[in-house]
């Protein structure tokens, strides 16, 4: 008897012991069941203002809430974003450029894009302003107009696969300035044909950059 | 009987007295050990359904094995102006608003498949490039947010717990048009009309000031100012953060410890919310890794009088 009542007295603190060591870490502790399935319980920090707590207890009963639904896997993704990994025929190609991959589930519009981190490229080596991109010699290039961490208006040029759903590495073929360029961040401004037309901040002449040969010209 | 309820009370009175003597102390002369870094993702235009399960399944063995809860981002990059999805990051490739809830309905499900003891808080990322960010598109984002939360719910994900996310930065647009994009604007309701859920800001703190403790002036990049990174980051009441700690002014770059360090510390000093209580430093391996971002994060924060226990800590890769 005396050992059961100290094997219940150990159990009482471990769990005190577990339960006060994980209130305290803010982990979740295995601790609601329902049925056959549980839903651990997960506190706001302690010392979190109260608007953003209640916020965090309006997620948590949600996914608690889970625990007494059955578990389903997602809808099968979207065309486009599948599990495909072979080849596949043409690609369906849109009015106005846009290349799509089965579905409108994934795709490339060409034209220019304000995106100024729309390459692979980190601000240390780029900082981009908006961008051109489109079908050039069966690839799709993107040409990133900004500026170099030296202060130069220029170019950051890559292309990828014209599939959308494809995981291939992009090529970079790198960064391109023009002679005697201005200081700034260059923004496309226009597209006509290969020709691009740029211009950077303040007064100065445009400049134009061919998407085929990646070369400035006056 | 007697002897087993006195050793319980000893138990409970020597736990209870350690505990208080924990929280006593400051935060800063504690040994805290670094938490298991978890992985983020940019989303990659090869990426499917598939590898989110699988990237799900990886985090609850991972969870498991470190008896710890997880924090993971999906960034799935900038909204298209039209708001039908998002260009994923660094490509100009676009999936829909259904292809990316998608992906984060399938790696939560991947999660709770793996026999997870612990819960995964995962968000769903976009960020403030773009030629427009504004109400309407914070609208759709909440919408997309609440959604994948309501689907894992319906399927009975009780392991995973869904919140939004947003890469907020300077040197992306105005901060006008980010705070219409959160709260609303004449386009739209913003992100708050949609949705409950917390808001983590994954961003960085360009152009603020970088020297520590050096907040008098208070400017930082293309007219934010340290006022707006705080309340993008914890004043208002849907925010939270996992800022950016991958440069230390290395190779030339800012010094985004001291950056984030001197928001909370304005924080501390000027706002009733008082100082950040981060959720974790984001590292993306390059100039500092995990435990360089952990460590030296902790330390300018308590240098800057703004000690602080982080819960997670989080490197931010590409698959």
Known sequence: MRNIARGRARIAVAAIVLAGTATGAGLGVPAVMAGTRSAPRSAAPRDWPAAKADRMRAENRLREAAARRPLRPPPAPPAGQSSRKGG????????????????????????????????????????????WNGPVGGRWEVVQAG??????????????SQDPASGEAPRVAGIRV???????????????????????????????FNVVTLRFSR | MGKARKALEICVFTGTALAAVILAKPAHAQIVPKPPTDLSYYVHSGDTGATAQKLGCEQANFDNSRNHAS???????????????????????????????????HLAYGYEECGPRHVLILAAGTNNDGAATNGALGGIWGGL???????????????????????????????????????????????????TA????????????????????????????????????????????????YFDGCHGSANQVNQWANVSAYGRRYQHKGMVRFVAPLNQGNCLNSGASWREFRAALARDSVAQVMRFSSQMITR
């Open chain 2, 145 to 195: 947010v609440q959604a994948v939360a309501r689907q894992a719910s319906a399927r009975g994900y009780s392991h995973v717990s869904v919140q939004g996310a947003v890469d907020a930065e300077p040197g992306f647009g105005s901060f006008r048009h980010f705070k219409g994009w959160e709260w609303g604007d004449r386009s739209g309701r913003g992100y708050v009309s949609r949705t």
């Open chain 1, 88 to 131: 596949r025929g043409p690609l369906p190609q849109a009015a106005g450029g846009t290349v799509t991959a089965s579905s409108s589930q994934a795709g490339l519009t060409s034209g220019i894009v304000g995106l100024a981190a729309g390459g692979p490229f980190g601000p240390s080596q780029f900082s981009g302003t908006n961008l």
């Open chain 2, 198 to 245: 917390l808001l983590d800001d994954y961003g960085s703190a360009d152009g603020c000031p970088q020297a520590l403790g050096r907040i008098a002036n208070l400017k930082c990049g293309n007219g934010w100012n340290v006022p707006d990174e705080y309340n993008a980051v914890w004043g208002w009441p849907p925010n939270e953060g996992t800022p950016e700690i």
């Open chain 1, 178 to 208: 023009p002679p005697s360029g201005p200081e700034g961040r260059f923004a496309v401004r226009r597209a006509d044909g290969d020709v691009l037309t740029l211009s950077a901040p303040g007064p100065g002449r445009a400049y134009r």
């Open chain 2, 71 to 105: 924090f993971v981002i999906l960034d799935f990059g900038a909204q298209r102006p039209n708001g039908k999805g998002t260009y994923l990051p660094g490509s100009t490739v676009f999936w829909s608003n259904a292809a990316d809830e998608s992906y984060a309905l």
């Open chain 1, 147 to 160: 500026g170099t961490p030296s202060g130069r208006a220029g170019v950051f040029v890559y292309s990828r």
